[in-house]
C-alpha cells in the first residue's frame, strides 16, 4: 500500500506562485510514475503534470511555462512548482502515483491511469 500526502496549497493572488509537494511513504518506489492533477468545481479532473519512473516528463498545455513537475527520490517527494498562476488555476491539486515505469504519452495525464491517489490540496487564486 501507498500513501500520498499533498501540502503547499494556498490563497495567492493572480501572478504569484506556490509550491506544492507530495509526500509517498509505504511502499513507493523511486522507479514509480507519479503526477499532479487538478479538480475545480463543476469541472472534470484534469491531469496537470506527469513524471514517469523513467524520468520522462509531461505537461498539459494549459500550464505549459508555468509549471514544473520534479522529485526527490531521496526524500521520496514530488514537487509541483507554480509560478505565474492564474485565477482559472484555483482548484484542488492532487497527487497520484502508480508502479508502472513507463507509460505512453497518452496515459500520462490520464487519471484512470493511477493507482494510488492523495486527499489534495486546495490552490485559490484571487484576481
Known amino acids: 500500500q501507498v500513501q500520498l500526502v499533498e501540502s503547499g496549497g494556498g490563497s495567492v493572488q493572480d501572478g504569484g506562485s506556490l509550491r506544492l509537494s507530495c509526500e509517498a511513504s509505504?511502499?513507493?518506489?523511486?522507479?514509480?510514475?507519479m503526477a499532479w492533477f487538478r479538480q475545480a468545481p463543476g469541472k472534470e479532473r484534469e491531469g496537470v503534470a506527469a513524471?514517469?519512473?523513467?524520468?520522462?516528463?509531461t505537461y498539459a498545455d494549459s500550464i505549459l511555462g508555468r509549471f514544473t513537475i520534479s522529485r526527490d527520490i531521496a526524500k521520496n517527494t514530488l514537487y509541483l512548482q507554480m509560478n505565474t498562476l492564474k485565477a482559472e488555476d484555483s482548484a484542488n491539486y492532487y497527487c497520484?502515483?502508480?508502479?508502472?515505469?513507463?507509460?505512453?504519452?497518452?496515459?500520462?495525464?490520464?487519471?484512470?491511469?493511477?493507482?494510488?491517489w492523495g486527499q489534495g490540496t486546495q490552490v485559490t487564486v484571487s484576481s
Open positions: 513524471i514517469t519512473g523513467a524520468g520522462i516528463i
Open positions: 497520484a502515483a502508480d508502479p508502472t515505469v513507463y507509460f505512453l504519452t497518452s496515459k500520462r495525464l490520464d487519471s484512470a491511469t493511477y493507482k494510488y
Open positions: 509505504g511502499n513507493a518506489g523511486s522507479r514509480y510514475s
